[in-house]
């Protein structure tokens, strides 16, 4: 199975432009409680960022403006993605080795996280990341 899932919203635009509502509750996309939203923009030219994994969050990622593309590693399977569609959004699950490279000048990357920050939550060594992977499984 591919590590690229996304969670679609729908866009109630009309003749005056888009509008999304991510909707906490009752029919929501997300397949998590939302407790965190941040996001990313003016990333500086030429920088990646990432380049961790998490032991418990899950996430979902939309890129509302702009571009940049994803890497997903699993620590078997490596797969990239292009993030461009406002009403699309990247399920990032626990376990799972993010990168973000190629960002556009107006990117801006709107992510909405199912616990709250949490330094602990981080494996930012990849070793150690593979270490654990295959002690998991
Ligand atoms: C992820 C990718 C997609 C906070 O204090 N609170 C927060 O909620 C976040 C997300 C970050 N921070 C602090 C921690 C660092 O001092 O902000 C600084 C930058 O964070 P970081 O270097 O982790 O940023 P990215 O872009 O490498 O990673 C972020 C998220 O941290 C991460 O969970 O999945 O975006």
New binding site residues.
Partial sequence: MSLIQWVDFQSLGDHRGQLVALEIGYEQAVPFDIK?V?Y?YHTAPGVS????A?KK?K?V?ICISGSCRMVLDDGKVRESVEMNVPTRGLL?DSLMW?E?HDFSDDCV?I?L?SEH?D?SD?IREYNAFRELIKNET
């Fill in positions: 965190r941040y990313i960022r990432g380049f961790h998490h969050l996430q990622a990032i993010r973000m990357l992510v996280a920050y330094e981080y």
